[in-house]
């Protein structure tokens, strides 16, 4: 019994000592860049033309709802007017309905040209009475440019325009052609913005060096144990479909109902599928983002990411427990809509419901139809899957990572820098089979309050954060384009 037990104290200390060992060798993952190159931004005058372009209710069409095309005509006349230089010296192409797409030629066109984008659309303003500014007054006030738009996503289209006509002023001359897209419809998918502009590019036979389009943020107290802010990169993002069940009966009166009705049918699928939710995994972008943040957490912690092959059941466990975290490590079903009988007195000859699916990128559609149906395992439940994949997860072993992460270290000094997974979608899905290389990141600092304010109330970007993005954009075209 003592050799068992000396046996087991043995292999403990020879646990213990690998995964200290892992830890102190669990190194950051931070550049050390040098800083950025003085460029002078007008902070006032960018101000005052986001707010502006704020003005014109850019709301793309949906559910039946046309486009307010007035709008999208009136914002690039005044694009037209602000950015001079942009539009006399960048060749530019109207794309579906309201997109656009400008060719900044490189000294060099062999080589693969670099993508910045952007959106003109945002969506619905509600309860506009309750706002503290009008939602498309374009107003700058207590240092804030304020409505709807500022940070989702006209902050950021301005803010390359500005970085691109103040490089061109200048006298900058790309190496590398540059492209700048702007789409008009990612509040809905971006069917006939982005992806039009994709399909454009593949076949003119275009490859994209890098592609960065909006994403998450400079994290202000974002990620628990970790006290910088942290820019979050999304490097790959996760797909959107519906799933719809229907179950339909013969019907008739509610007041000779059979055992099982067609609603109750439908609720027992639906229960058994929220019992038994989709397994959890720590990979991909979220694996990368502990692998960044982790060597700059406490030893703890430290210890915890630095050996996730022991620990990654532990990690999924506790960030299984918020819809936020959650939402990160697992494909998620969510029931959204709903129907029955048309009256509380008759039997619904057909029952339905519509549950909005997000694949963890690997998990493919077609494995979340096989899911569902071995789930609620009831061949009187009809089945309907469809939508858009999950996109591929981005290279870290780029020249367009790397300039990225240079970039905004130069820019942002104090600021670590983090791969993540975007949970939302975005135009820039449309673009992986251009490049290795896409990436999703708005150069802000966002606390939870702030990240509540985009589809929210009282969305707004302050005067100095607009400013610091336009110098993030100029550093960053001087990186990937000399």
């Not at 802010?229 to 999304?234: F, K, M, N, S, T």
């Not at 509380?344 to 419901?353: E, G, I, K, Y």
């Not at 009809?382 to 990225?404: I, K």
């Amino acid at each position: 019994m003592k050799r068992v037990l000396l046996a087991l104290l043995v292999l403990l200390l020879l646990l213990v000592g690998a995964l200290v060992v892992r830890t102190l060798r669990f190194g950051s993952r931070q550049v050390t860049a040098e800083p950025a190159e003085p460029f002078s931004v007008d902070a006032t005058g960018a101000a005052g033309r986001l707010a502006q372009a704020l003005r014109h209710p850019t709301i793309a069409a949906s559910d039946g709802t046309g486009a307010q095309d007035a709008a999208f005509q009136a914002l690039h006349a005044q694009l037209v007017a602000a950015f001079p230089l942009v539009h006399a010296q960048l060749g530019h192409e109207a794309v579906g309905t309201h997109a656009h797409l400008y060719t900044w030629k490189g000294a060099e066109p062999e080589l693969h040209p670099v993508l910045l984008m952007g959106h003109l659309d945002v969506v619905p303003a509600e309860a506009e009475a309750t706002w503290s500014h009008p939602p498309f007054g374009g107003v700058v006030a207590d240092g804030y440019i304020q409505g709807r738009g500022a940070l989702d996503d006209k902050g950021s289209v301005l803010a390359i325009l500005e970085a691109v006509e103040g490089l061109l002023a200048q006298g900058h001359r790309p190496r590398r052609t540059v492209l700048l897209a702007f789409g008009a419809d990612e509040e809905i998918g971006g069917r006939d913005g982005a992806a039009r502009v994709a399909a454009l590019l593949r076949e003119r036979g275009v490859r994209l060096e890098s592609v960065l389009d909006e994403g998450g943020p400079i994290g202000v107290g974002l990620v628990p144990g970790v006290d910088a802010p942290v820019a979050l990169v999304g490097v790959a993002e996760k797909g959107s479909g519906r799933v719809e069940l229907r179950v339909s009966s013969s019907g008739g009166h509610a007041s000779m109902p059979p055992p099982q009705t067609a609603a109750n049918i439908l609720a027992r699928a639906l229960v058994r599928l929220e019992e038994h939710p989709f397994k959890p995994g720590l990979r991909g972008g979220t694996r990368a983002l502990f692998e960044h943040v982790g060597p700059e957490m406490g030893f703890g912690m430290r210890l915890l990411f630095a050996n996730t092959w022991l620990f990654a059941p532990l990690i999924e466990r506790q960030m299984a427990g918020a819809p936020s975290t959650n939402a990160s490590i697992r494909t998620t079903l969510a029931a959204t809509m709903l129907e029955g009988s048309p009256k509380p007195n008759v039997l619904p000859a057909q029952a339905r419901a519509v549950l909005n699916v997000r694949p963890l990128p690997g998990d493919s559609l077609e494995a979340v139809r096989a899911h569902v149906r071995d789930v609620v395992d009831d061949a009187r439940v009809e089945l309907l899957v469809e939508g858009d994949e999950a996109s591929p997860v981005s290279s870290l072993d780029t020249e367009g990572w790397r300039q990225l992460q240079r970039s905004i270290r130069q820019v942002f000094p104090d600021v670590l820098v983090a791969p993540f997974l975007t949970v939302a979608a975005t135009d820039a899905r449309h673009f992986h089979p251009l490049s290795d290389s896409v990436y999703r990141f708005m150069p802000v600092r966002m606390t939870r309050e702030d990240l509540g304010r985009m589809h929210g109330r009282d969305e707004r970007l302050s005067v100095a954060a607009h400013a610091a993005a336009i110098r993030f954009y100029a550093q960053y075209l001087r990186n990937t384009t000399r």
